[in-house]
């Protein structure tokens, strides 16, 4: 008999056993937190815009779609706590600064350097008694080098930890496995696209009208989007209904530009990016080795699934307490090991066996 498993799954084995038991429907209690945190939520719709302008849409009717699609994330369930209209401004804001970084952008991984091979493709790859499934987001070709490469979005608010977490996460060394298995050839690594989940439209302005010029403050700001909001703020700083002539420090739109040029050289230059792009390369023996991993916590989540819910397993992994945030299931998590109604914890914080959220044609997204 096959069983299945998806990858989602073993990676959250892989993170805390425990976590997994708690949250895996098809083996231990099922219980989800009720609602998405907000970087969550933005970055399913985002996933889903890029989805569709993947499919061929343009890009502002997927940006309505998935406006209309948002509706599902909130109105799930009535206690829902996330604040719906910012989650959609973050949402459009990155939307439409993605697009203006794309068309800016001339690195090696640009869309123009990149041929898409598949979007969203749901995989089933076997090994032994087991078919393990996951949805990779994209597989492309990179027209320059010719390889073939898994190609994966990445939300979050803080992405940097989740780039400096990738050489000890299994699914990148994996995807690479199973992608070079299925079509049969060298696939190098996975090229990844890190998004931080922040509004690149909160810019503070100044009493004069002009945006401040303090780059700590300006975080969740491209260099595009700054200098769009600059160049208009700085045609109304000049128009006659302004300050009087004789008060005001500039006297010109380009007088404005030129003192504004540190600023905006520091924007180009910045470290903290709202979106790049890099690969993470996996070797030969990282992938044969991923793939053996992987075969050995299928068959331990499946020795978990047999002994049921009334067996929590060992193996904990303290280091996920605290990461990424702090894992949701910490109070159950604690009153469990005190011998405490864990279940009562989790039937009043978390829901059984959530339904997905769904896109504009009812669709899981
Ligand atoms: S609190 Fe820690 S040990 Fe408990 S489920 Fe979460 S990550 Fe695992």
Redesign the pocket.
């Known amino acids: 008999m096959t069983i299945t498993t998806s990858i989602s799954s073993v990676s959250e084995w892989d ?2 056993h ?2 997994a038991y ?1 949250s895996s429907h098809s083996w231990g209690l099922g219980y989800s937190t009720m609602y998405e945190r907000d970087s969550l939520a933005i970055g399913s719709l985002y996933h889903h815009a890029m989805k569709l302008v993947a499919n061929g849409k343009p890009a502002h009717e997927a940006l309505t779609l998935t406006g209309m699609a948002q509706e599902s994330i909130w109105n799930t369930y009535n206690t829902r706590p996330n604040d719906a209209d910012n989650i959609l401004d973050t949402f459009a804001g990155l939307a439409v600064a993605h697009l203006k970084w794309q068309a800016s952008d001339k690195s090696r991984y640009s869309d123009a350097n990149l041929e898409v091979i598949t979007v969203e493709e749901y995989i089933r790859f076997p090994m032994e008694d087991y078919e393990f499934t996951f949805v990779c987001d994209k597989i492309v070709r990179h027209k320059p080098t010719g390889v073939l490469m898994p190609f994966e979005y990445k939300t979050g608010k803080y992405p940097e930890q989740t780039e400096a977490g990738l050489p000890w996460d299994l699914q990148p060394r994996f995807y690479c496995y199973a992608v070079s298995k299925l079509f049969d050839e060298p696939v190098p690594g996975v090229l990844y696209e890190f998004i931080r989940a922040t509004n690149p439209n909160k810019i503070n302005i100044l009493k004069d009208g002009l945006p401040s010029q303090a780059l700590a403050t300006l975080t969740g700001t491209t260099y595009e989007i700054y200098n769009e909001t600059l160049v208009e703020c700085a045609k109304r700083y000049c128009a006659p209904e302004w300050y009087p002539p004789a008060k005001r420090k500039y006297n010109s739109v380009e007088e404005i530009m030129v003192a504004y040029q540190p600023t905006l050289e520091k924007f180009q230059n910045r470290v903290d990016p709202i979106f790049w792009r890099r690969p993470h390369w996996v070797t030969q023996e990282e992938q044969e080795g991923a793939a053996r991993d992987m075969l050995a916590a299928a068959k331990e989540i499946e020795v978990g699934r047999q002994l049921g819910a009334d067996v929590r397993p060992t193996g ?3 280091s ?2 605290n990461a990424w945030g702090g ?1 949701p ?2 109070s159950p ?2 009153v469990h090991g005190q011998g405490g109604d864990f279940e009562g914890v989790l039937k009043s914080d978390f829901i059984k066996n959530k339904i997905r959220l769904t896109d504009y044609e009812g669709k899981e997204i």
């Open positions: 993170t805390c425990r976590k708690y904990l992994n303290r996920a307490c894992c299931y910490k998590c604690l």
